[in-house]
């Protein structure tokens, strides 16, 4: 059976953190042992291995920059991965050789993942700073000359290559072409969401055919290598997590699609997964081959098996192909097993208990150059809102998309109950409001005291080592729990509006509503 014939269905990426957690040496065994063994038992069937970043590469690249090449004073973990992968190199023919192997003798797809663009904060003498950035400045999207105002979102992304230029381009063609015609791999990943932005902020759109091109010469070689190994080679992208906005910063992933480039597509980096159009994607898709897949991101933070389950009902519910999933890569063989499984299986989701939230724009504020990256790409959400008087009995206005049929789950006797859930920064016990949800009040004399306090799962420090340990955060503010029935709530669009009834004229601080949630429970 061909790639082009199976149905991938749950894709897993892995940032390569192991070439330097472990060793030296590290084997090809501790590379099974933590790396592709957890993976048992669950039904991840693409294993995507980012082969590096900044253009400097993790694998035994003879076209591009490979880490540590060059560089006498390396720190401990710098030396640790540099001497692995030499060694790997020397002994087995390197990282890449390695995990294509050892992905087909556990019968999953090996996708090596290209990191597109990458904005990190970085020291120009770094060892993982890019040597054509560096000794090519006039590559990046900031010109040497410039002088860029700071904080500006041109600021934030102006060390990161310029794809306006030839030269980016072709650098970047050789890096992907080597991989598919040297290498047992049985697809490619190019992640445009590391980092999304590839032009200049006021070029991009205009500029959107160059990146059509590119990508048409990545599924033409695809195609030639699959016309000589007698296996069709799939095509991934990853890319924001709208139309629109892929479309703004020069990826027209609609005519990627359309015209057939690309095999699967990943919608989105997993910031806004619950407000994320994914249904323009998945029409947009319609009669033309391509998959479309969902993204969960751990570090969003995003790790609640009762949020997992919400947001993967909802995109099975919306008609994606599969799920995707970014930085849960040294989760344990149990946790991929019991809880991969469950969000895999839509027929099985839709009696669990789940709980579904609004976005938060702050996820993705820039603290850092990655954080504008993210900015340039990724829409607002709908939270967190200041509550402020009204004069005309009108107040905020929000969105919340319900995957689950509630209206078959009274008949059938498995709904036990849901509830509203509103966090608040700035309460004060005077504070007064009407709530209404899909046009039904919920009298704010009902509310009752979030139990205990409010938590959300987060990885603990020092995460990204096998295996990966969970721990349970507090949330700050006060939160305050509803009982609401079914109707008013619905699957599909709720409309939930919230006005202040006796707004104070001095305040200490401000008034912010900071989470929406709404839990669903089964019997």
């Given amino acids: 059976m061909t790639t082009a014939q199976k149905q991938w269905r749950v ?34 069937d693409v294993f995507l291995w980012s082969i590096g970043g900044h253009e400097v590469y993790d694998y035994e690249t003879e076209v591009g920059e490979r880490f540590g090449a060059g560089y006498q004073a390396l720190d401990a973990e710098q030396q640790r991965k540099s001497e692995n992968l030499r060694q790997l190199i020397n002994t087995h023919g390197g990282p890449v050789t390695v995990i294509a192997q050892l ?19 970085m020291d ?82 205009q500029y959107r055919y160059l990146m059509t091109d590119f990508v048409y010469g990545v599924r033409a070689k695809l195609d030639e290598v699959s016309q000589k190994r007698e ?35 990943i919608a989105g980096g997993g910031f806004i997964p619950f407000e994320m159009p994914i249904r323009e994607w998945v029409e947009a898709a319609e009669g033309t081959g391509c998959k479309i897949y969902g993204c969960f991101e751990a570090l969003r933070p995003f790790l609640d098996e009762k949020l997992l389950r919400a947001l993967a009902l909802r995109y099975w519910e919306a008609g994606v192909d599969g799920l995707y999933f970014f930085n849960y890569y040294s989760m344990s063989n149990d946790w991929r097993r019991n809880v991969l499984n469950q969000l895999a299986d839509p027929t099985g989701l839709r009696r669990l208990n789940k709980c579904y939230e609004l976005d938060h724009s702050n996820r993705h504020q ?16 709908q939270l967190p809102v200041q509550l402020n008087q009204t004069f005309y009995d009108r107040g ?48 704010w004399n009902t509310r009752v005291a979030a139990s205990g306090n409010k938590t959300r799962v987060e990885y603990e420090p020092g995460w990204n080592q096998y295996p990966s340990r ?53 019997h």
């Fill in 11 to 44: 894709l897993s990426n892995d940032d390569g953190w192991i070439m330097g957690a472990y060793g030296p040496p590290l084997t090809p065994d501790d590379m099974r042992a933590k790396m592709i063994a957890p993976y048992a038992g669950s039904p991840v």
């Fill in 231 to 265: 296996k069709h080679l799939d095509l991934a992208v990853r890319v924001p997590p709208t139309l629109a906005d892929a479309k703004r910063i020069g990826l027209d992933a609609e005519v990627w699609m359309r015209e057939g480039m690309v095999d699967m597509l």
């Fill in 396 to 443: 905020v206005s929000l969105q919340l998309d319900i995957a689950d049929d509630l209206e078959s789950a009274p008949s059938d006797g498995g709904l036990n109950s849901c509830t509203l859930g509103l966090g608040f920064e700035g309460l004060t016990a005077e504070d007064v409001f009407e709530i209404r949800l899909n046009q039904t009040p919920i009298p």
């Fill in 103 to 121: 992905c087909h003798e556990a019968d999953m797809a090996f996708f090596p993942s290209v990191r597109m663009n990458e904005h990190y904060d």
């Fill in 124 to 205: 120009e003498a770094s060892p993982s700073y890019g040597r054509l950035r560096r000794d090519h400045p006039e590559l990046c999207i900031g010109r040497p000359e410039e002088s860029i105002p700071h904080g500006s979102l041109e600021w934030g992304i102006r060390t990161g290559l310029n794809y306006a230029f030839p030269e980016v381009r072709a650098h970047m063609a050789r890096i992907i072409f080597e991989l598919i015609e040297r290498f047992d791999i049985d697809g490619i990943e190019l992640d445009f969401m590391r980092h999304p932005a590839f032009f200049r902020v006021a070029e991009a759109y």
């Fill in 470 to 522: 969970t721990q349970e955060v507090a949330v700050s503010g006060d939160t305050f729990e509803f009982d609401i029935g079914n109707p008013p709530l619905k699957q599909g669009i709720n409309e939930l509006e919230i006005r202040q009834v006796k707004p104070q004229s001095a305040r200490r601080e401000l008034l912010m509503l900071k989470d929406v949630t709404v839990s669903i429970y089964y």
């Fill in 366 to 381: 820039p603290t850092s150059q990655l954080g504008y990256s993210f900015l340039n790409a990724i829409p607002a959400a």
